[in-house]
Every structure is written in C-alpha cells, then in structure tokens.
C-alpha cells in the first residue's frame, strides 16, 4: 500500500466518521433510522473532491508565477 491519499478523500474515514454521528444523534433522540449512511459518506467525498477542484482551479487562476 504505497499510494497516498488525504485522508478527506477516504470512504472508510467518511463512513465512519458518519457512523459515529448517526450512533451520537440516535442516543440524543435525533430521528435517524430513514439516513442511508453508505450514501451520505458517498456524497460528502464526492462533494469534498469538487470543492477542491474548484479550489485547485481558482489557486492557478490566481497564481502569479507560471508553472514550469
């Protein structure tokens, strides 16, 4: 396992993460059996991967020295 990623960009991390604060809402009362987490963690990283394309984006737009 020698390639690298960030850790916003792992499903695992995400979906954990989201199983935490489903377990967390349930025990306070939140209503949370109709919130298919698989799907919720799915559509965070792919949210965090445009958002950091728009980012990627506006860095070079905004960049003052060429590349290369």
């Known amino acids: 396992m020698d390639d690298a990623k960030p850790w916003y960009l792992s499903r695992t991390i995400w979906a ?3 199983t ?4 967390v809402a349930g ?3 939140v209503p949370v059996a109709a919130v298919d987490g ?3 963690a799915d559509a965070i990283v792919q949210a965090v991967t445009a958002i950091l394309g728009v ?3 506006l860095g070079r737009l905004n960049a003052t020295r060429r590349i290369g």
């Open 38 to 40: 698989g799907a919720l």
């Open 16 to 18: 954990s993460l989201i």
């Open 20 to 23: 935490v604060l489903l377990a």
């Open 27 to 29: 025990i306070v009362g």
């Open 55 to 57: 980012v990627a984006i």
